[in-house]
């Protein structure tokens, strides 16, 4: 056998092997991003091919998935046993038809959903539409650590965090209204009334940081206001209080933090005490 001729078994050879696996490397795929619960068992089953075929296309697969992974997916049907050949489709078309176009189609509503539902930054608060957004605190408040009982306060509080201005960045209001009896006798007795606008972060759904910038009104009656007439000094307070709170809790919780007064008043000392309670 000449030179020339021994070529031709080899040309033959390779024309075979690519005409074999031509199919393979032609049939058509989709992209599948694991979800929770699922396995290679499950997946097989929705796209209608066997474990095998994915390891073949995935062998990072063959020992484990995880949620998020991306695995190929074959679209062309796993072979047939002998006792359902019979049953295959009528041609190239009817499979486009049946097969491809309608898991094409459930691919991209899946991509869309995980995009959009999933994916996107703050999506827990869209899963918690039946979050309060409005509290309601039972409060205990001392505006300064050196003196806490003279100073202490307790009453009723309502926080508001309504509008989302940015992923779990909102903004609301925040009133709470005070007394102080029974804590100091001193001759009198004061009433303290706050009210102001305030920022919220969630880092959960069951944690979140309120800071509240509260203009302060506090009134004092009792049988010794006449010794603020005498020295000269008013009956009325106000000021301006930040009052940046920690809230643990998803209805119902606790909360804690800082009370910085700052004083309209002239010869008034800036002071700094803490506040907490329970909401509800």
Same mark, same amino acid.
């Given at each position: 056998?000449?030179?020339?001729?021994?070529?031709?078994? @080899?040309?033959?050879?390779?024309?075979?092997?690519?005409?074999?696996?031509?199919?393979?490397?032609? *049939?058509?795929?989709?992209?599948?991003?694991?979800?929770?619960?699922?396995?290679?068992?499950?997946?097989?089953?929705?796209?209608?091919?066997?474990?095998?075929?994915?390891?073949?296309?995935? +062998?990072?697969?063959?020992?484990?998935?995880?949620?998020?992974?991306?695995?190929?997916?074959?679209?062309?049907?796993? +072979?047939?046993?002998?006792?359902?050949?019979?049953?295959?489709?009528?041609?190239?078309?009817?499979?486009?038809?049946?097969?491809?176009?309608p898991l094409l189609q459930q691919q991209t509503d899946?991509?869309? *959903?995980?995009?959009?539902?999933?994916?996107?930054?703050?999506?827990?608060?869209?899963?918690?539409?039946?979050?309060?957004?409005?509290?309601?605190?039972?409060?205990?408040?001392?505006?300064?650590?050196?003196?806490?009982?003279?100073?202490?306060?307790?009453?009723?509080?309502?926080?508001?965090?309504?509008?989302?201005?940015?992923?779990?960045?909102?903004?609301?209001?925040?009133?709470?209204?005070?007394?102080?009896?029974g804590l100091a006798s001193k001759g009198w007795e004061?009433?303290?009334?706050?009210?102001?606008? *305030?920022?919220?972060?969630?880092?959960? +759904?069951?944690?979140?940081?309120? @800071? +509240?910038?509260?203009?302060?009104?506090?009134?004092?009656?009792?049988?010794?206001?006449?010794?603020?007439?005498?020295?000269?000094?008013?009956?009325?307070?106000?000021?301006?209080?930040?009052?940046?709170?920690?809230?643990?809790?998803?209805?119902?919780?606790?909360?804690?933090?800082?009370?910085?007064?700052i004083p309209f008043v002239d010869n008034a000392e800036?002071?700094?005490?803490?506040?907490?309670?329970?909401?509800?």
């Amino acid at each position: 056998m000449t030179p020339k001729f021994r070529k031709i078994p @080899v040309i033959l050879l390779a024309a075979l092997l690519f005409m074999v696996n031509m199919p393979l490397s032609a *049939q058509p795929t989709l992209k599948h991003t694991v979800d929770i619960g699922e396995t290679l068992a499950s997946i097989a089953r929705r796209y209608g091919t066997t474990e095998a075929r994915i390891i073949e296309i995935n +062998p990072e697969a063959a020992d484990f998935i995880y949620v998020g992974m991306q695995l190929t997916i074959p679209l062309a049907p796993a +072979p047939q046993s002998a006792e359902n050949s019979g049953q295959a489709h009528d041609g190239p078309d009817a499979f486009e038809t049946e097969t491809i176009l309608p898991l094409l189609q459930q691919q991209t509503d899946v991509s869309v *959903q995980g995009t959009v539902e999933k994916d996107s930054p703050g999506t827990w608060r869209k899963e918690e539409d039946e979050r309060k957004w409005t509290f309601y605190e039972v409060q205990f408040m001392a505006t300064s650590f050196k003196s806490v009982k003279a100073s202490g306060k307790y009453g009723l509080g309502v926080i508001a965090l309504p509008w989302e201005v940015a992923p779990d960045l909102c903004v609301g209001g925040h009133m709470s209204l005070a007394v102080n009896f029974g804590l100091a006798s001193k001759g009198w007795e004061t009433f303290t009334a706050m009210f102001g606008p *305030q920022l919220g972060y969630y880092f959960t +759904p069951a944690v979140f940081l309120a @800071v +509240p910038l509260d203009v302060v009104c506090e009134t004092m009656v009792g049988s010794n206001t006449k010794q603020l007439e005498q020295i000269g000094a008013e009956d009325t307070f106000w000021g301006l209080s930040l009052l940046p709170s920690i809230y643990i809790g998803k209805k119902f919780g606790v909360y804690a933090g800082l009370v910085l007064n700052i004083p309209f008043v002239d010869n008034a000392e800036v002071t700094c005490g803490f506040r907490t309670g329970i909401y509800f």
